[in-house]
């Protein structure tokens, strides 16, 4: 090497301008080998080494220590020979741009020329600093200075683009851009290169048209199972956030100038970490949404140490593609953040308050809309709430088939109770749960109204109702054989002796079976009605008790009681038939010609008229077979249509099929005045939806007008347990206010079925175990056995939107079907619900015959979060009905991809 070398200051990160020399690492004249790491310097971000891959003595002129050069500046040299090494130091002062006078225009001669206006000079003003895009003339310095502009936002006019006075003054385009510079008295220091780097940082978004929007999040789980994980709260909310951003990518674009957008399919999260003496700095978690819980934990622990001593290297700081500020852990209540350059949206996360955790995001509006940022922030809120489906994942699409890790620790048992956990209710809410706990160990007592498990399903609900409608399918199937040739059919005769005697054999059976297993399983089954005497202690009251399974008991009063200690309690009492207040019902119904879906099975025969009070499922159902039975059948209902919790369309098809049946009427939007009667001759006074009145004589009235919980029995208020609107309050993991104490089924209002009961038991048992399970509605299902059946699992298109959900649906009638037009089973329709972002099927809905069976894979579908890419590959058998949802999510599929290239 004859000639020096020049170590320059090296440019660390994209947004680096400047550096600090913080240290020498080597001295002058020491000789430097290839490799050898000779100083220390500050970037906007960190403290990184200078390597010089050169040999040679060290030499000045050296920049001094806490000197500042720009990027590629000189900061010190390497000589050949020991006698070329120079001691001095570097100036270090910034080195102006020459500064020049503002050059002659040429004008014609007579040229008019505009009064120029330049405001007074205040005295002693100081020059504005020279910009870096061009240069200034003296006097347009002074006077940009004296009024508080700023010239980098000022174009120039002067020959070679120079700023001249009057590009200062111009009401034209350069106004616009310039920002006021607020003279203040006093001397501040200089700001180091990371205070810097921030403020122009914030400077630069302040120029994004950004709007903010709020969403409260109950952390609470997600908090339980990090700690349970060992992993860190702040990794895995940006762990949720990532894979929010997956099913919601435009949050992951970025504006680019000119009028075009970045879409980044990988997600970097920068988090936000306060550092002595160093302010924020946000190191990045790289592809965060296809990394584990544990991996992303590790890389962070190693990023904030070395982050809090300056170590980070630049590709672990910069080019974040989304940032989360927590200032929740600093106990700010509420705040919103501004995003950073290279990104187009910010999460601000404050502390958690009453109505949860405030989560705001800030967002650029050139890039992501109102709409996107609610669909965004509802899906973060259920990825935090609902953390079992994720936090214990392998990564990928960010799920888990079975949850393994609880976000609530085991329910504490350690002290002298006569059983671990209560089970008040032995319907499938209540044995399902008792199963589960003792099938883990559990010392569990099932407490029950009846000598038979089974509660309102078996008895009185799901099973009898099904035994009927299997008699009325037979009826109604056999009008159809002679169309395939079957002849001699029909008409049928139904044995109502028969019939009943079957139903009660069945139930029977049932009912015998269930206990068996239960006792077997080592279940503590005890009869008597239950109460609660303090929040550990239950009596069990036996006067009331009976031997027939198929009535509902009361308890006794003032009679003798069993008192029973438990760590634990879970209710599952169900819910008995709601009377409404209409003159006559209750007398009506003391007196046998109102029946209820507790009384309907006391028939003795089939009535010639009846009338239904009650559009839901009950009362469709209950119609229909009566209907099929040969009975004059009107079916009232209050509401302007049938079947509230199924798909609109579907309830306003299945209203039509109902009233084609020729002894069916529906009337939708009545009201009923009045009950009147004795068995076999009772009448009913009602307004029809023009408000004309009504009077009909019918043999009796079936009052299906809904269940309420009976709260009143339990004592609830000895054990502390809160309710709202008539049922007991829990949250998703069945939790009441108390946190030992545990409510499932009807007696917490929402879907009254028997499998959400169940599904409800099943929570509640594994959150007692210490294990991770959540009810969620959005993925319940439910069937109405009707002919065609309706059935829904998951959202309509009409609940997607409410949840701010961009979704689309794909319907196909059953008539386009060759199964349906073999067996002429061609009534009805399917439809297929799922987000246009990321194909995820969300809902399935069914007007069909044998949607009981269908509705399995559509089941799996929804939760198993399937797409439609999934469902479209799929093989499914021909000729079998199936092959309707390979078909409709090749339909939508093709049109979702038509709207993407408009």
């Not at 002849?487 to 002796?497: D, F, H, N």
């Not at 269930?514 to 036996?542: P, W």
């Not at 529906?666 to 009045?674: C, G, H, W």
């Not at 709260?711 to 709202?724: K, N, R, Y």
Request: charged share 25%.
């Amino acid at each position: 090497m004859t000639e020096s070398y020049v170590i320059k200051m090296p440019q660390l990160s994209d947004t680096m301008t400047e550096g600090v020399l913080v240290s020498w690492e080597k001295e002058i004249g020491e000789f430097i080998e290839r490799g050898t790491v000779v100083a220390t310097v500050e970037t906007d971000k960190a403290i990184m080494d200078v390597e010089v891959f050169r040999e040679g003595y060290l030499s000045g002129p050296q920049l001094p220590v806490d000197g500042v050069v720009a990027v590629g500046e000189p900061i010190a040299y390497l000589v050949a020979e020991a006698e070329q090494v120079v001691s001095t130091e570097a100036d270090s002062s910034p080195k102006p741009a020459p500064e020049v006078d503002e050059p002659p225009k040429f004008e014609p001669a007579g040229a008019s020329k505009p009064k120029t206006r330049i405001p007074a000079m205040p005295e002693g003003a100081t020059p504005a600093p020279h910009p870096s895009h061009t240069r200034a003339t003296p006097y347009a310095r002074q006077l940009a200075g004296a009024h508080g502009i700023d010239l980098a936002g000022v174009k120039g006019s002067g020959s070679a683009d120079v700023i001249v006075a009057a590009d200062v003054v111009s009401g034209e385009g350069a106004k616009g851009m310039t920002r006021r510079i607020f003279k203040l008295p006093g001397a501040g220091r200089p700001m180091d290169s990371m205070e810097k780097a921030i403020a122009h940082n914030m400077e630069y978004s302040l120029s994004m048209p950004l709007f903010r929007a709020t969403v409260h999040v109950d952390p609470s789980r997600l908090v339980a199972a990090a700690k349970k994980q060992g992993s860190s709260v702040t990794v895995a909310l940006a762990k949720a956030t990532a894979l929010a951003i997956e099913e919601h990518p435009k949050i992951n674009s970025v504006y680019q100038h000119e009028d075009r957008i970045l879409e980044r399919e990988q997600i970097d999260v920068g988090l936000a970490v306060a550092t002595e003496g160093m302010g924020l700095v946000v190191p990045v978690l790289r592809d965060t949404s296809h990394r584990d819980i544990a991996d992303l934990s590790a890389a962070w622990i190693d990023l904030v140490e070395r982050a809090r001593i300056k170590r980070l290297k630049p590709e672990e700081y910069s080019n974040p593609t989304f940032v989360i500020s927590n200032m929740g852990m600093l106990g700010v209540a509420y705040f919103d953040a501004i995003p950073s350059p290279g990104t187009s949206a910010i999460l601000a996360i404050a502390t958690t308050g009453p109505q949860g955790m405030p989560v705001t995001i800030t967002a650029d509006h050139r890039i992501v809309n109102g709409a996107d940022a609610a669909r965004f922030l509802n899906t973060f809120k259920e990825r935090v709430e609902h953390p079992e489906t994720w936090i214990s994942g392998s990564g990928g699409d960010g799920t888990v088939p079975t949850p393994k890790k609880s976000p609530k620790a085991p329910l504490p048992l350690e002290g002298d109770w006569d059983y671990d956990v209560v089970v008040i209710g032995a319907g499938p809410g209540g044995e399902d749960c008792a199963r589960e706990l003792v099938e883990h160990g559990l010392k569990v007592a099932l407490i029950n109204d009846s000598p038979l498990p089974g509660g309102e399903c078996l008895w009185r609900g799901c099973i009898p109702s099904k035994t009927w409608r299997a008699a009325a399918d037979r009826i109604r199937d056999r009008v159809h054989d002679a169309r395939l040739g079957v002849e001699g059919t029909a008409p049928t005769a139904l044995s109502w002796k028969t019939l009943e005697a079957t139903r009660r054999q069945l139930l029977q059976s049932r009912g015998e079976m269930a206990l068996k297993a239960d006792k077997g399983m080592k279940i503590k089954f005890i009869q008597g009605h239950a109460r609660f005497a303090d929040e550990h202690h239950v009596e069990v009251v036996t006067a009331g008790n009976s031997d027939d399974p198929f009535s509902r008991t009361q308890p006794g009063s003032n009679s003798p009681s069993q008192k029973i200690s438990f760590a634990g309690a879970v209710i599952a009492t169900g819910a008995p038939p709601f009377i409404p207040p209409i003159p006559g019902a209750q007398e009506g119904l003391r007196e046998g010609g109102v029946l209820t879906s507790d009384t309907v099975w006391g028939l003795e025969q089939i009535p010639k008229r009846l009338a239904v009070i009650g559009g839901g499922a009950i009362g469709v159902e209950m119609a229909q077979i009566f209907q099929d039975f040969g009975s004059e059948v009107l079916l009232l209902e209050a509401q302007d249509r049938l079947l509230a919790e199924v798909e609109p369309e579907v309830g306003k098809l299945l209203a039509g099929v109902l009233n084609a049946d020729p002894r069916l009427t529906v009337q939708t939007s009545t009201k009923v005045q009045a009950i009147s009667g004795q068995p076999g001759a009772m009448e009913v006074s009602f307004d029809d939806g023009e408000g004309a009145s009504h009077r009909l004589e019918v043999d009796h009235v079936i009052m299906a007008t809904g269940k309420r919980p009976h709260l009143e029995p339990l004592a609830l208020d000895q054990a502390g347990v809160a309710t709202e609107n008539g049922a007991i309050r829990v949250d998703a993991q069945c939790t009441t206010s108390k946190p030992h104490i545990f409510a499932v089924g009807d007696v917490i209002g929402g879907l009254m079925l028997a499998h959400t009961a169940a599904q409800q038991g099943r929570v509640a048992a594994a959150t007692i175990l210490g294990e991770a399970h959540a009810y969620e509605l959005e993925k319940d299902c439910g069937v109405i056995f009707t002919r065609p059946q309706a059935a829904f699992v998951g959202l309509s298109l009409v609940q997607a939107k409410e949840r701010g959900i961009d979704a689309a649906e794909v319907k196909m009638p059953i008539r386009i079907d060759a199964k349906a037009m073999i067996s002429n089973e061609t009534e009805g329709l399917i439809k297929i619900v799922a987000d246009k972002d990321s194909h995820r099927i969300i809902g399935v809905h069914f007007l069909a015959d044998h949607a009981d069976t269908l509705i399995g894979e559509a089941v799996m579908m929804v939760a198993g979060n399937m797409t439609l890419e999934q469902v479209a590959r799929a093989i499914h058998p021909h000729p079998t009905q199936t092959e309707m949802f390979g078909e409709m999510a090749r339909r939508l599929l093709s049109r979702l991809r038509r709207t993407q290239r408009r």
